[in-house]
Structure formats: C-alpha cells, structure tokens
Nanobody, 124 residues
Framework: QVQLVESGGGLVQAGGSLRLSCAASGRAFSSYAMGWFRQAPGKERDFVAAISSSGGITYYADSVKGRFTISRDNAKNTVYLQMNSLKPEDTAVYYC?????????????????WGQGTHVTVSS
C-alpha cells in the first residue's frame, strides 16, 4: 500500500504561482515514477506532468509546458509541481499518483495509487 498526501493548493489570481507537494509513504519512493493529473468540474481527469523514478525524465501536457515544473526529492519521499503563470483554465482538483514502473506515461490507467487531491482555483 502507498499513501499519498497532497498539499499546497488554494486560491490565486491569474498570473500567480503555486507549489503543490505530494508526500508518499508505504513503498520505496525512489523505485517508481510519479505523476500529476487534474480534474475540472464536469470534465475527465487529465494528465498534467510526470517524472521518472530518478527524476531524469519528465513529461508535460502541452497546456502546461513552459509554465509548470515537476520535480522530486527522493530523500524526502516528495514530489512537487511548481505552477507559474496560472490561468483560470488551470482551475481543478490536482492529484498526485504513483506509476507502476520507473519511467512514466500519460495514461491514467498506467498509475495505481492516487492521493485525495488538492484544490486549485485561479481567479481572473
């Protein structure tokens, strides 16, 4: 079993920044890739970013490329999502998740454990 706890969400004005954190426990953190997904009201859960187990490989959705940065600290069992230049369309619940392998993908079915999510609201 893996437990994931997200934090760092909140209300921010357009153009602002937030940093999400996800603390993991229950399995060797450095042995699996991690991802962030988001779900806006009435929409499906969408891929945002992912990072390999070592941190050397990252993937981003086109909608966030150049604005968001995913990183991880294996010593702290934590993955981060730095979000800059936020837009109202970034408003969603953000979830961190563990991948089944060391190199991530963008399909949610590749991921096994999910956190409870943290709300991000961007006002215009």
């Amino acid at each position: 079993q893996v437990q994931l706890v997200e934090s760092g969400g909140g209300l921010v004005q357009a153009g602002g920044s937030l940093r999400l954190s996800c603390a993991a426990s229950g399995r060797a953190f450095s042995s699996y890739a991690m991802g962030w997904f988001r779900q806006a009201p009435g929409k499906e859960r969408d891929f945002v970013a992912a990072i390999s187990s070592s941190g050397g490989i990252t993937y981003y959705a086109d909608s966030v490329k150049g604005r968001f940065t995913i990183s991880r600290d294996n010593a702290k069992n934590t993955v981060y999502l730095q979000m800059n230049s936020l837009k109202p369309e970034d408003t969603a619940v953000y979830y961190c998740t563990t991948h089944r392998a060391t190199v991530p993908g963008t399909d949610p079915y590749e991921y096994d454990y999910w956190g409870q999510g943290t709300h991000v609201t961007v006002s215009s």
